[in-house]
Every structure is written in structure tokens, then in C-alpha cells.
């Protein structure tokens, strides 16, 4: 037994005579052997490149009104490489604990609701979108429920439970939702050890200290000045504007599979639509800001450090940044908040007045959307939709504009489809007057029932007896249009429609719809249980009926085209690019042509003479029948499944158009309820300078 305990002593010893042998001869190497080479590097100096950001453009109004422009904040950083391993969801839950005593916002686009029972915060094309995106992320199919997707949430972030491995403390539903909304946005923007996560954007100052006294337990939460977007109008047009955010991993992972990776001082790139962009870069996610992200979105610059030893003994700035250029809009931002105040005045005055109003008449309106055209540029010089929404709190208020209904995220002025209903008739009777269907002076007997069909006897809204084109379109008699639209026939209706933009895109550099026109292969398309297209369908469809649905957009360039003499203008949003100091331009929009109506001045003088009619002594009579100038107008009821619509066009002045526009009123009832709200527009367009927003010093170069 001693003999054992002995050798065992014996060979520690020698273990540890050979590792102290070991270690000095290292030291020996290090210092005598390679002393001096090592004393030599670390004398020697070494260059570390960092890459510089450059500001993102802004985004002006045509007179140079600030709509999107550049700041300095404050963000809130989570970085992995300071994060103690299994500490994430701690140290979320803190911060969020934080962030809600000072009254501040965090990024969270989880398409959940906020409290138990979970569900999905769907109910229009972008949410569904994004419930749709959530599910592909995690891997479920689409008719996962918003059960199964918390389920594979918690599994998958480790929500169960939290606290001691022998007592487990379970998340609360409340504890669970906060932490899913962030951990889900840090997964899809690819956070890691090379890529650090923003938490929040644009702080209080007072908030930063706060978050800063409990960095002992917040490790890997950091505040980093940035430069970030700000939305100095942003109740001015919001969902035209857009907005920007971080690049989702989905988004980088396509990017990478279709042209690889660029590495730029040891940092993966990828290139979207020819420009290079990393992990962390934002781009523009909607509207202006990712229709015009080419022009908006900078080149980065390089600056190299200068190291010896551990000291930065020099900084040199080897490539400046180049700021990104300003998109100059066509919008006009005093003409946009008009048009917003009046469409929301009227609604909210239609919903509040059960006794002009009553049920069934007007009172059920809650949306609407309105679209105004410069005739001779095609220039979208206002694009109003409600309810809208404010740009500069979207983060914040997103779980209840995802949920609100009518929606409050959907652009109703490029993305609604209406029918048009009557404003849809001189459109047919220029067609039927190009093609000599009928002339000016011919007329058709309106008794107040359409009796051509032995079974199908559609109505008229009065009993005009013989009535001419002018007339028809003053009184808006349908058993005109009935007659004048069989004798046309749909495949010439549908040829001219075309050539008006009915069923096309604009050319609007945004997202919009492009609708559709009636014809036997839409009906085969949308109701092929139905009986396949019958004759009298000709008749609904010359009255803006049947499957006929154009945005206000498209109304408002159709009626720039009856105002141009047959001129079909290709629509923009923008105006103009400069630098971003304003002394180069960059691009200037011309006025471009889409397509031309084949028609005679004198047939497009007979429908502005019906439509000065219509302002002057006819259904529009209400509104228009003194106005200082003359205004072509036609009103539209169209009927829907869920109500009456209001829908009314008009251009100004008559007699030398500048511009166009089209309102829309869901289950507005009448046509002419709409009028008030272009007549506001007109006032401020011909009349009004007062109550302008003011562009700032630095842009009064734009201004006209």
C-alpha cells in the first residue's frame, strides 16, 4: 500500500516537473529565442477598414415640402456577443419592462394579437400577407391555426418556461406574447454574433439613462446614436410616403441564392436590384421609399484605422459616403391634407346626421378615397385615403392599425376597386359617338322601364321620355345607356375602355390595382358556376355595373383623358430627382402619352357641355350649380353587395382643364354626396393660399 502511494506521488512529480519544463521553455521561446521579432510586430503597425453609412435621400412634395428626412437618435442595440449564454429572453423581458415604465415603443410585427386567446391580425391583403409570411417561416402549413402557431413559437424560442432548472417558473400568456414579438423580428433580420439586433428606435433622451443604471443586468443591451427616418408630416399621405425597415432574412436569403455574397471588409453583402446591401442596411419596405429606393438609398464609404500596438494612432477617410438623392414627389402637400380633411369631414358629418342621412341613405359610410390628377402631366397631385393613419407612431400603433376595420394600412386610393356605376356612361357615349352609333341630337325614348328582353325589365331612376345623349348624361338616365350600350356591342365597349386605362395600370411607380372590365371572358373567369355571358349583361355593363371595377386612380385619369380630348396620360409620382443638396438634378419628369382616342373635337365638346350640365342643373346641381367656374362632372350610385357607393368625377376649368378627380364614398348612397369633397378641392387648388405649409429655408430653391 505505501509502495502504491509512493508511484503515485513519483509520477505527480514528474507530470508537474514536465509541464513546468514545458512552460519555460515556451518563455524561453518567447522571450530569447523570438523576442525580438515578437517586440518587433508588436511595435509594427496594422490598418482596421470600417465601412461609413451614408444618409438615405429624403423625400419633398413638389414645392419642396419635407415629407421623409434624416435626424439623429437614439437606438436601443441588442448585442449577442456581450448576451450570457441562455439569458436572451431574460434580458428582453427586462428591457420591455423598461421600455413600458418610460413610455416607449419596441419593434414588434408578430401578426398575433396582443392578449389570450391568440389570434391572427388578418383582415386585409398586407396582414394576411403577413400571417401568411409567419407560418412559411416556422415551417407550418397555411391552414395552421393561431393555436399551432404559438405552439411551435414557444417551442422554438424556449417560452415554456423560465427560472431554476428544479422550479421552473412558467411564462405568463402576457410574458410569452412580448417576448415571441421580438425574438420572431430578431430571427427574421438574422440576428447573431456579427449581426446585432435594434431593439427600438428613436428614444427619449430621459429613457437612455434608465436603461443605462441596469446595464449590470441588461448585458448585450446597449444605446447607439443613429441616423434615423423621420416622418415630419406624417399624417400627409402615409401610405403613399411608405416606410423603411430592416432587410428580413427571407428577403436576404433570395437575395443570396440569386446572386451569392459580396464581402466588403469582411461582411457579407448581397445586391437587390443592382445595389449592395448588408444585414443591417434598411431599405424601403412600401410607397415612395421602395419605389424610388435606387435614387434614395446611398453609397457607403471607407475609413481605415491606423493601430500600433494597441493604440489608434490615425483615422483617414479613404472614400466619403454619398448621400442618397432627394425624390421630389408630384404630390402637393397642402392639396393632400385637404382632400384628406374633406373626405374625412364628409364621412364623419354622413355618420353623425341620421337626419340628412338616414339608414340605408348614407349613414353606413365609413370609408372612402380620393384621387386628384394635374390633366396635362399626368402628375398625381394628391391620393387621400380613409381611414388613414400617421406614419411617425406606425410602430406603435401597428397592432391596432393591423386590426382595425375598415382597414386603416390600405391605400383605397390606388388599391380599392370600385365600380363605377354611372360616371362610367360618358365613357360609352364617346364610344358610341366615335363609332357613330349615335350622333349628339339622336334620341331614346325613357318610359322608366327597359323592355328590349321578354323576361328582364331592368329600371330607370325617372321617366324622361325622349332624351338625347347630353341629357342623358345631366339626368343620368340609365335606359339611354341600356340602348346605346347594346347597340355597341361589348367588344367595342370593352376596346374603348382599354384605351380610357379601364383594366390597365396607370404607370403610378407604387403599388396599385388595376381592376378589371366586364366581358364574357372576365364573367367565365370570376362566376363560372353562373350561365355563361348573356345579351342583357351588355346592358349592366354600359351602366358601370356587373364585374366592371376601376380604383380612384383610374376614375381620375379616365376623367383627365375626357378632359385632354382623347390624351390617355401615363400617371407618376415623381417629379424630379436631385442630389441630395439640391444643386444637380438627377432625373425630370416629361409628360408621356399612354394612349390616344380616336374621337372628334366635336364628340368630346358634347360630353363637356352634358358634364358642365350635370355641375350646373343636374344631379350635381347641389354643389356646383353656382360654382365661379365651370366644372364637367358626373355622379355614380353604384350598387354593391355590402351597400350603395358614391362615386363623382370632375375636371376644371371646363373650358381649359387642369386638373381631375374621382371620390369615392363606400355605401356614400348617391353620387353627388361626394361632390362637397371635390369642391373643397377645387377651392384650394384655384382660390385658396392661405393655411400652407411652409417647406423649410433649406428647400425654398423648389419653389415654383
Known sequence: MKKSFTIRVSVLAAVIVVMLTLFFLRLMDFQVVHGEEYQQMIQQSWESVQTVKAARGEILDRNGRPLAVNTI????????AFLEPGSLNDVILKLIGIMEEAGESWIDNLPLSQEAPFTFMGGYDAADAEVSRLKEFLGLAQYATAEDVVYHLKRRYDLETHGPEEDPIPYTDEEFRKIAGVRYEMERQGFSYRTPYTFASN???????????????????????STIRQYVAGDIAPQVVGQIGKIYQEQWKAAAEESGFTTINGVNHVTINGRLYSMNDVIGKDGAELAFENYLKGQDGERKILIK???????????DPVPGNTV????????QKVAQDALEKKITMMQNDLVTYPEGKGHEVDAGAVAVLDVRTGEALALASYPSYDLSTYQQDYAQLATSNPSRLINRAVAGQYRPGSTFKPLVALSALAEGVIEPSAEVFCGGVYTRFDTYHPMCEGVHGYINVADAIKYSCNLFFYDTGWNLGIEKLDEYAAKFGVGKPTGLEIYEAVGQMSSPEVKEKLHPSEPE??????????????????TPLQLANYTATLANGGNHMKVTLLKSVKNYTLDETIYEHSPEVADTIEASQEDFDTLREAMVATSRTGTARGTFSNYPIDVASKT??????EGINSVFICYAPADDPEIAIAVVLEKGWEGYTGAPVAKEILDAYFFSSSNEIAPPQKYNTLLP
Open 73 to 80: 437618435g437614439r437606438d436601443v442595440v441588442i448585442d449577442q
Open 203 to 225: 428614444i427619449k433622451i430621459e429613457t437612455v439613462p434608465k436603461i443605462k443604471e441596469r446595464a449590470f443586468e441588461l448585458a448585450g443591451v446597449d444605446v447607439q446614436e
Open 309 to 319: 500596438g494597441s493604440e489608434v494612432v490615425d483615422v483617414v477617410d479613404t472614400q
Open 328 to 335: 421630389i414627389l408630384t404630390l402637393d402637400a397642402n392639396l
Open 533 to 550: 355571358w348573356q345579351p342583357a349583361d351588355i346592358i349592366q355593363t354600359a351602366i358601370g355595373q356587373l364585374d366592371t371595377t376601376l
Open 636 to 641: 355614380g350610385s353604384p350598387q354593391t353587395p
